[in-house]
Nanobody
């Protein structure tokens, strides 16, 4: 059984930074693309960032480009999301997700991910 556990969320002022972590267990982490999604109150869950299985490629939604950085440490089975210059509109529950297919390219649709963490709350105050 695959388990994904997020951590690192919290309350931060606008302009501040946070680093989210996603610890994975249960399958060969290093062979799957990974992604971050978020869900704000009253809104649908949305894609934030994705990283390829070997960390060689990454992709971001437009609203976070230049502010967020996705990375992974396959030796530690952990993925990260460094969030800088946070804005109140970044407030959401952030979820990490594991890609459905081994060695696939990074991908954005939710249906391409088959395991999800429980989420970590990020709140940005103005």
């Amino acid at each position: 059984q695959v388990q994904l556990v997020e951590s690192g969320g919290g309350l931060v002022q606008a302009g501040g930074s946070l680093r989210l972590s996603c610890a994975a267990s249960g399958r060969t982490f290093s062979t799957y693309a990974m992604g971050w999604f978020r869900q704000a109150p009253g809104k649908k869950r949305e894609f934030v960032a994705a990283i390829s299985w070997n960390g060689g490629g990454s992709y971001y939604t437009d609203s976070v480009k230049g502010r967020f950085t996705i990375s992974r440490d396959n030796a530690k089975n952990t993925m990260y999301l460094k969030m800088n210059s946070l804005k109140p509109e970044d407030t959401a529950v952030y979820y990490c997700a594991a890609g459905r297919h081994r060695y696939s390219s990074l991908t954005t649709p939710e249906h391409e991910y088959d395991y999800w963490g429980q989420g970590t709350q990020v709140t940005v105050s103005s």
